[in-house]
């Protein structure tokens, strides 16, 4: 993968940052996705923000070869500090952490958001947990795809500030309100795998002296979710 070949999951997270947008991409690691989407003159700004000093560097060196240091600014910073207010960002990329990570980031950079028109965000893991803090602050979610990507499979939400207040259920949060309505065979290859998963640790725990009731109960709540999830998409 390069600045000129994305991923299929870069290229995915690319395709929903709105042309013409004054992005920041936190955690950019060797600025790919902002450089792509600048060679072919989809955004107009971005800000490549790295905290790790080797990273930095190498979006540094990326976005000099390519003659974008007009375009794309390289930033070492942690989170959402590596944006200004001069930089009238518009839209915000954060890709490839978890995501309770994620939801911390943007926690803790509320101020940087004021302007900001749309969050494109690809969590590795806890999902769940990053549709709960959108909810909480009042980003509605538009949009969100799964994909699947050399044995790893990504979810994409894409979410705006909303003016009023709404609330997705527990069933929501989980599987994605709209990747419950689409589904699909990446979807259900998720799904499938969790339960698999879930079941051979719910053996393994039956199995100590002191059996974590509780801990079961939950576990098995979950797993009835999904079965849910699966039979739905069955129908």
């Known amino acids: 993968m390069d600045e000129k070949h994305l991923s ?3 290229a995915t997270v690319a395709s929903y940052v709105p042309a013409g947008a004054r992005m920041a991409d936190i955690g ?17 700004y971005a800000v490549a923000g790295e905290v790790v000093k080797g990273p930095y560097e190498n979006a540094v060196s990326e976005i000099r070869g390519h003659g974008l240091t007009d375009v794309v600014k390289p930033r070492l910073a942690d989170g959402l500090d590596a944006i200004t207010p001069s930089d009238r960002i518009d839209t915000v990329v954060i890709a490839g952490m978890g995501g ?36 909480t602050n009042r980003y509605q979610i538009m949009a969100e795809q799964i994909v699947g990507e050399d044995d ?11 003016p009023v ?6 069933y929501e949060l989980m599987f994605g309100p709209h990747l419950l309505e689409k589904k699909g065979p990446v979807f259900t290859a998720k799904w499938q795998d969790y339960a698999k998963r879930q079941r051979g640790i719910i053996a ?16 098995k709540q979950q797993l009835a979710l999904v079965a849910e999830a699966l039979d739905d998409d069955k129908n």
């Open 8 to 10: 299929k999951r870069l």
């Open 28 to 44: 950019s690691d060797h600025a790919y996705l902002p450089a792509a989407l600048a060679l072919t003159k989809q955004i107009s």
């Open 100 to 135: 309770t990570l994620i939801a911390e980031i943007l926690e803790r950079g509320k101020q940087h958001l004021t302007g900001v028109h749309r969050l494109v965000l690809q969590p590795n893991v806890g999902e769940a947990r990053l549709r709960r803090w959108l909810m």
């Open 152 to 162: 790893h499979i990504y979810e994409i939400i894409v979410a705006e500030p909303s």
């Open 165 to 170: 207040p709404f609330k997705y259920s527990d």
């Open 204 to 219: 393994q725990i039956e199995q100590a002296q002191q059996v974590p009731v509780t801990r079961i109960a939950a576990m």
